[in-house]
């Protein structure tokens, strides 16, 4: 049984003209032990679902399954790393590692020693006392991530976790949430990924769900196969990269299109700045 089922799932919005239809129909399974990253053109709604696996929303139509058990109500068992960040500004950043922990109600002695695990392993020792504020954009973001890792889910989400960091800053953090990943002494049992970004998708992801322009549905579930680290000037990982191309423009309003298979590993169009199993696809 695969970890988590998103069967025939849609979502839609009223509005002042009528019914806005976001996602139509969209089924895959995400496997135990598997990266999938989540890509598609702005709109596509790879946020909308990231909150609705984990309960966070609600689907319009069909079902999202977690342990073969419907998502009716948000899942203790799944924690996420926002874009923003998403700290608290007036706690340090011990006490924003520890925020999830206490609204749990663990014991404090068990508190302690997950803050202090967790802090270690994101390379945040000597900044404990420190607040947000004094921190870069990166330490932030090793913050929320230590603080999802804290509660150590069964499913870590992660919705553009790098995207508002510089390019250099971005790589090293993908870098060592890949080596966490492949701890396996620490959580979690699987990731789900939101990017906008082939290459991103493609360095980090076991396999790639790619969505199409809103309603967006699943165009292919497409497995990457390549060994760790990844040689992004391989020939292979240039197929992939004009192929997760070739399916997201499907559609697109025409545009220019880029020359080359260098010119396509940064984001997907209509997008502004801002080893184990993978996941199946079934229709």
């Known amino acids: 049984m695969a970890l988590i089922e998103v069967d025939g799932v849609e979502k839609s919005f009223p509005s002042h003209h009528g019914t806005i239809a976001i996602i139509k129909g969209a089924s895959f399974d995400i496997a135990h032990g598997s990266l999938v990253a989540i890509v598609g053109p702005s709109g596509a709604g790879k946020s909308t679902l990231l909150r ?114 510089d390019v250099l800053t971005a790589e090293g953090l993908r870098e060592e949430v890949l080596q966490l990943w492949q701890d396996p002494q620490l959580p979690p049992e699987a990731v789900v990924l939101v990017t906008h970004n082939i290459e991103e998708a493609l360095v980090m992801a076991d396999s790639i769900v790619v969505l199409s322009h809103r309603p967006s549905r699943v165009l292919e579930v497409v497995p990457v196969g390549l060994p760790r680290p990844r040689d992004r000037k391989s020939s292979a990982f240039y197929e992939l990269t004009d192929h997760l191309y070739s399916l997201i423009t499907e559609g697109a309003p025409p545009g220019p299109t880029p020359a080359g298979p260098s010119e396509r590993g940064a984001s997907l169009p209509g997008v502004g700045p801002a080893a184990g199993g993978g996941a199946n696809v079934s229709h």
Do not use: C, H
């Open 52 to 165: 609705m696996i984990q309960g966070l929303d609600r689907p319009t139509a069909g079902e999202i399954r977690f342990r073969g058990q419907p998502v009716v109500s948000p899942n203790l068992e799944m924690a996420m790393v926002f874009q923003s960040f998403a700290l608290m500004p007036w706690l340090t950043i011990k006490e924003n590692v520890a925020f999830g922990l206490v609204a749990r109600g663990w014991a404090p002695a068990r508190i302690e020693k997950a803050v202090e695990r967790y802090i270690s392993v994101t390379g945040l020792v000597g900044f404990e006392e420190a607040y947000p504020r004094e921190l870069s954009g990166g330490m932030r973001q090793r913050v929320g991530l230590a603080r999802a890792l804290a509660v150590e889910p069964a499913v870590l989400l992660m919705d553009e976790p790098f995207s508002s960091l």
